[in-house]
């Protein structure tokens, strides 16, 4: 798939929408404390070369780039063709992580989380972050305020769980305050103010992230949780590009309708519906009506349907419609207040949390967390030096594995995808002593007659 333009996305037939994700993982080191010390010991060349990979200024030969980011290793996968080979290549990433982690000496533990309450009452969240290909032209600020933001706040079911205050749904929720909708790079960092959803600066498209073709952009969503599940992750991600899809054809999707029934209040929808353990609080629409969010999501999910009658969307996505509407069914079923999950403990990460952590400790122990829920919590988010209780929690879910195979994972870990990730690796493995510059967009190479040679990987579909 190597011919693909942005007035593509218009068409009746879109193509796979390339889509990327970034995960920061925690780092424990058996002495000390001194995280830059250790991710910078994981991130030495000879690691790689133990998994047969090689590396060159923090890219590897399989397309992925793992690098330390403000003292957390983080691991950015390669550009990927739909949700579902994204959601291979995100679980692929946490293997890696754990496979690097297992050849040093000093390292005690690895944690995939994306928000933790500290034992002071205090709550630090983490990194993880989609990409998703979009045209240009697509990009209207006011659509992604009002519907997508609307859509990510009541996407509660593809939240991981966390302590704070209480019991909430969303890890990442928490940390995001201001404008749901920014290309103020400052904030991504700022705790309580981080933004929903990222858009490329105004004066720099992201040239060594997309390439020089400002027909494309990238629009990056900051607000979801690394999860356990694979089907819920490709859920998550899946339904994210469809809701793009309905920006991409305005002459058949009532996007007057759909903006009229989003959510006034976007960061007060955040508090409400990341802590409605009963899934029937319901938010004022731009309508002046009141609708819950689940309301809300099958709204979207009707809409998405419609649009897939009409239009030739990918497999990958149309593919998820009917897990979409069983978690939407077990969510009105539900209330976690009362301890009833429906059938949520196999299909949603924040179920599997919530039993876990009623079991261990106690419901009355979840409302004020104690140093042990909150050592619990750390606990289920491992993933080295062997498997934490999420992991085995979800390898024992025989649903998880429908959409999603270990096998795709195990071959992931090595083999890009037909991507521009597959000619930047190839790239590393033909010209690795002579690179001289990498970025996603670009290679350098200084050829054996001294000349510098550029490879400029401007379409993401290109390989």
């Given amino acids: 798939m190597n011919s693909v333009r942005p007035v593509d996305f218009f068409s009746e037939s879109p193509p796979e929408r390339i889509i990327g994700t970034e995960m920061e993982t925690s780092v424990q080191a058996r002495y000390g404390d001194d995280s830059d010390q250790l991710n910078q010991e994981l991130l030495h060349n000879w690691y790689y070369r133990n998994l047969r990979l090689l590396k060159i200024s923090n890219f590897l030969s399989n397309g992925y780039k793992l690098y330390d980011d403000c003292g957390l290793l983080e691991i950015a996968s390669p550009e990927c063709l739909g949700p579902k080979q994204a959601a291979i290549y995100d679980f692929a990433g946490i293997s ?54 609307s859509f990510l706040i009541s996407k509660t079911w593809s939240g991981a769980g966390t302590l704070k205050n209480g019991f909430q ?41 997309i390439g020089n073709d400002n027909n494309w952009s990238r629009i990056e969503i900051r607000s979801s949780d690394a999860n356990f599940s694979k089907s819920i992750t490709y859920l998550n991600l899946a339904t994210t590009s469809l809701i793009l899809r309905l920006f991409e054809h305005p002459n058949i999707v009532n996007l007057k309708k759909l903006h009229s029934y989003s959510f006034k209040n976007i960061l007060e929808g955040k508090e409400i519906f990341n802590s409605d353990l009963t899934f029937s609080k319901t938010l004022q629409t731009q309508n002046n009506n009141f609708i819950s969010a689940i309301n809300y999501q099958q709204l979207l999910l009707d809409s998405c349907r419609d649009l897939s009658n009409r239009i030739n969307l990918p497999d990958s ?6 897990l979409w509407q069983e978690v939407i069914d077990n969510l009105t079923k539900a209330n976690l207040e009362n301890n009833e999950y429906a059938n949520l403990l196999e299909l949603v990460g924040f179920a599997g949390l919530h039993y876990y952590l009623t079991k261990k400790n106690g419901s009355n122990n979840l409302k004020k967390p104690s140093y042990e829920t909150i050592k619990a919590q750390l606990l289920w ?22 959409f999603i195979k ?22 590393i493995k033909t010209h690795y002593s002579n690179i001289t510059l990498i970025d996603w967009a670009i290679v350098s190479i200084n050829r054996k007659d001294d000349i510098k040679q550029l490879f400029e990987l401007n379409n993401p579909y290109e390989f």
């Fill in 96 to 149: 890696i992580v754990s496979k690097i982690a297992s050849s040093s000496p000093i390292v005690k533990g690895v944690y995939r989380t994306t928000g933790m309450q500290n034992i002071e009452g205090g709550y630090i969240s983490q990194g993880y972050h989609e990409n998703y290909l979009v045209a240009s032209e697509s990009i209207s600020t006011q659509l992604l305020q009002t519907i997508l933001a």
């Fill in 169 to 209: 749904l969303s890890q990442k929720f928490p940390s995001i305050g201001g404008s749901s909708v920014t290309n103020d790079m400052s904030r991504r960092t700022q705790e309580g103010n981080k933004p929903m959803i990222m858009l490329p600066e105004i004066e720099n498209n992201d040239s060594t992230t």
């Fill in 317 to 322: 996505e149309t593919n998820i419609f009917n």
């Fill in 381 to 402: 988010n491992q993933i080295y030096p062997s498997s934490g209780p999420a992991q085995k929690y979800w390898s024992k879910v025989s649903n998880d594995n429908f």
């Fill in 406 to 427: 270990d096998s795709d994972i195990t071959q992931a870990i090595v083999e890009p995808p037909l991507t521009r990730a597959n000619r930047r690796a190839s790239l």
